[in-house]
C-alpha cells in the first residue's frame, strides 16, 4: 500500500493530465480509494484498459508508469470490489456471533440479515454463471466489470459461497488466472503492480484456504507449490524476500521480483513472510525448506 506522501507524490501529475475529462478532485479521491485498498494501482480501477505491455524478460523493474493517461481515467469509487464486500460480509456475521454469546439477540439478528442481504446482493450483482467467477460491480453504469481479478477468492475464503459456485470458481481460476508462479493478480497485463504478470502472496494465502475449505485440495496444493517455489528460487538466487512476484510465464524461466507501479520494490514483507511461514507448515515436504540463500541457480519446481 502506498504511504501518503507517496500518494501525494503520484497524485499531481496524473490529476494534471486528467483535468481535459475530470475534475483534479476527483481523481484524488479514486486514487486515494485505490491506494486504501491495498491493489494501488491496477487495471482493475481504470475506465479505459492500459495498454498490454511486455514484462521485462531479465527482471529489470520499472518505476515509472507509461500508462499514466490511463491512469487519468481512474474510477475506483465507481466501483463496488467484491473482496471488500466479501469481507464485510464475514464481518457481519462474527459482530452477529459475538452479540449472540453476550446475550445480545436483537444484534445478532440484525447483523445476521445484514449478512444475509449482503450475500443476496453479492450473488446477483457479481456473480457471473457463464463465465464461472465472480466480478467487480460498476454501480455508475449498472454493470459487472468484464476483467477477471483475484479478489474473486476472498468470497471462498471467508465462506459465502457455496459447493457449486466454489467447483465453478476452481475451474475458472486453474484456466485463466493459474501460472507456473502461482496465481495471477488479474487477467489484465499493464506495468501497473496489481496486474499480470505480478503474484501477491496474500492472493495466493486465501485461494489456498478457500479451495482447501470446499474440498478443492488438488488446485490448492498446486497453487502453494507453485508459490512456494517462486519464492524459494529468488531467496536461493538474492538471499532475500520480496514484496511482490514476477509469475514465471514458462515452467522453467527464472523468478524475479515484481515491477511496474508508483515505487521501488520493497525487500522483506510481512504478508510474503506470514504466508510462506504458513504454507511450509501446510507442505512439511515442500523442496523449499531446503533451500540456502545464494546457491548457484533455483531448483524449485
Same mark, same amino acid.
Given at each position: $500500500? ?50 498490454? *505491455? *511486455? ?7 520499472? !518505476? ?42 436483537? *444484534? ?17 450483482? $457479481? ?78 494465502? $486465501? ?71 504458513? $504454507?511450509?507448515?501446510? !507442505? ?9 540463500? !545464494? ?7
Amino acid at each position: $500500500m502506498l504511504t501518503i506522501s507517496k500518494r501525494d507524490a503520484i497524485g499531481p501529475t496524473l490529476a494534471r493530465k486528467a483535468e481535459l475529462n475530470s475534475p483534479s478532485a476527483d481523481v484524488y479521491r479514486d486514487l486515494r480509494a485505490a491506494c486504501e485498498s491495498g491493489w494501488d494501482l491496477s487495471t482493475r480501477w481504470l475506465r479505459e484498459s492500459a495498454p498490454e *505491455t *511486455t514484462p521485462p524478460r531479465n527482471g529489470a523493474t520499472r !518505476h515509472e508508469a507509461p500508462t499514466a493517461p490511463s491512469l487519468a481515467s481512474i474510477c475506483t469509487t465507481d466501483i463496488l470490489p467484491v473482496d471488500l464486500n466479501a469481507l464485510l460480509y464475514r464481518l457481519e456475521l462474527q459482530i452477529a456471533a459475538l452479540a449472540r454469546k453476550a446475550g445480545d439477540a436483537a *444484534t445478532a439478528r440484525n447483523f445476521e440479515a445484514l449478512a444475509a442481504d449482503r450475500r443476496s446482493s453479492i450473488n446477483a450483482l $457479481m456473480w457471473h454463471t457463464k463465465a464461472g467467477a465472480l466480478y467487480d460491480y460498476d454501480w455508475r453504469h449498472g454493470k459487472r466489470r468484464d476483467c477477471l481479478t483475484a479478489a474473486c477468492v476472498v468470497p471462498l475464503f471467508v465462506g459465502l459461497t457455496d459447493d457449486r459456485q466454489a467447483a465453478a470458481l476452481a475451474r475458472t481460476l486453474r484456466e485463466r488466472l493459474l501460472a507456473p508462479g502461482g496465481l495471477a493478480s488479474t487477467e489484465c497485463r499493464s506495468d501497473q503492480q496489481w496486474d499480470r504478470p505480478n503474484g501477491w502472496a496474500p492472493l495466493q494465502w $486465501m485461494a489456498v484456504l478457500g479451495l482447501r475449505c470446499h474440498g478443492h485440495t488438488e488446485l490448492a496444493d498446486t497453487i502453494a507449490h507453485r508459490w512456494l517455489s517462486t519464492v524459494a528460487g529468488l531467496y536461493e538466487r538474492e538471499g532475500k524476500l520480496v514484496e511482490k512476484y514476477v509469475l514465471r510465464v514458462v515452467e522453467h524461466e527464472s523468478t524475479h521480483g515484481g515491477g511496474g507501479g508508483e515505487y521501488l520494490l520493497q525487500d522483506g514483507f510481512g504478508w510474503t513472510n506470514g504466508v510462506t511461514a504458513a $504454507m511450509l507448515a501446510l !507442505h512439511p515436504t515442500h523442496t523449499a525448506h531446503g533451500c540456502k540463500a !545464494h546457491t548457484p541457480s533455483d531448483w524449485h519446481r
